[in-house]
């Protein structure tokens, strides 16, 4: 088996992580031994890794949180799983990752026909696109959003999640030439953002109000968002692209009622009834199952090259998702 470990954690994430070869545990009653098909590397595996995160495993650890395995061994006692059945990765188990070993009961089956690099990335980010754009402000049909690093892994979904929904989105991005991707995404209005952000938006829309802004940058793009929604207006936080703390005017705040909110995904799952969870994830691997959402991949990576993969998953200067997917 190979794995994906560091020891430490530090400011340059690919220096922390390495390769390494371990031997096959032996399976216990109820276990099962997985073979990984694909992992994404997501911003907050980055974080974990330079431990900035919210949550952080002891160590040492194996890296990567979700991902999508095939059964390959049945251990004593396993029922109602199959050799050869595609299944959902517990979040958290370590899936850069060659194999991995799982209870049987913790794994969720899943289409056998449906492209697992698309269903590696269902855990994450489209249940953040979908609840950040349900839980904060009552939108209606024809209504606008406007989102900053739409060209990230959530930004496409929350494109594709707007139209479904009959949304219009307003799509801003940090460089010109991220313009493209999120052009073919699909969203209504795709902009570079600037000081001057809010003046091109009310043009794009012809002065609709924007009552729902969704940041993952931080810093003055906070406040860009800011400017463009209406009075009494909700920008929703869920990242630090930028490194910098959110930036919101006090004229934002105090003259035109603008608030500030975060969302994390782990705290939704914490309070979120099981029957809530089914609901999203059974939505989720329907849509994905049937192509009707999908995510840009950058880049694909083997578990031996896991310091190329995480150094270009830290990288600004990319367009879509990197994956670690292990070599037969």
């Known amino acids: 088996m190979l794995q994906a470990k ?9 220096e922390s992580i390495e390769a390494v070869t371990v031997e096959q545990p032996a399976l216990k009653e109820g276990e099962v031994l997985l073979e990984i098909l694909a992992a994404p590397i997501n911003p907050s595996d980055v974080l974990t890794l330079t431990g900035e995160y919210g949550i952080l495993p002891p160590l040492p650890a194996v890296g990567g949180n979700e991902g ?14 199959e050799v050869g059945q595609t299944v959902l990765l517990p979040i958290g188990i370590g899936s850069w990752a060659s194999h991995a070993v799982a209870n049987a009961k913790g794994l969720v089956p899943l289409p056998n026909d449906a492209d697992p690099r ?9 249940p953040t696109a979908v609840l950040m754009l349900q839980q904060f402000v009552n939108l209606n049909e024809g209504d606008w959003v406007i989102q900053n690093a739409a060209n990230s892994g959530v930004g496409g979904y929350l494109i594709q999640e707007a139209k479904r929904r009959g949304l219009k989105s307003i799509n801003v991005v940090r460089r010109e030439s991220a313009l493209a991707s999120v052009e073919g995404q699909g969203g209504d209005v795709n902009l570079v953002d600037g000081p001057d952000l809010h003046k091109r938006v009310r043009e794009a829309t012809g002065g609709a109000p924007v009552h729902l802004a969704i940041d993952a940058v931080g810093g003055e793009a906070t406040n860009h968002l800011a400017n463009c929604v209406a009075e009494g207006g909700v920008v929703v936080n869920y990242g630090m692209m930028s490194g910098e703390p959110c930036h919101v005017s006090p004229a934002n705040i105090v003259f035109r009622d603008v608030s500030l909110k975060g969302f994390w995904l782990s705290r939704w799952f914490k309070n979120a009834s099981k029957e809530a969870q089914g609901k999203l994830f059974g939505d989720v691997i329907k849509q994905i199952a049937t192509g009707q959402i999908k995510s840009t991949i950058a880049a694909e990576y083997d578990v031996s090259q896991i310091k190329e993969a995480v150094a270009a998953a830290a990288s600004g200067e990319r367009n879509g998702k990197i994956l670690i997917v292990p070599k037969r």
């Open 6 to 14: 560091y020891q430490k954690r530090g400011p340059v994430p690919q």
């Open 118 to 126: 698309q269903l590696c990335m269902m855990t994450v980010n489209p």
């Open 68 to 81: 999508v395995g095939r059964v390959s061994e049945l251990g004593a006692g396993v029922s109602g799983l």
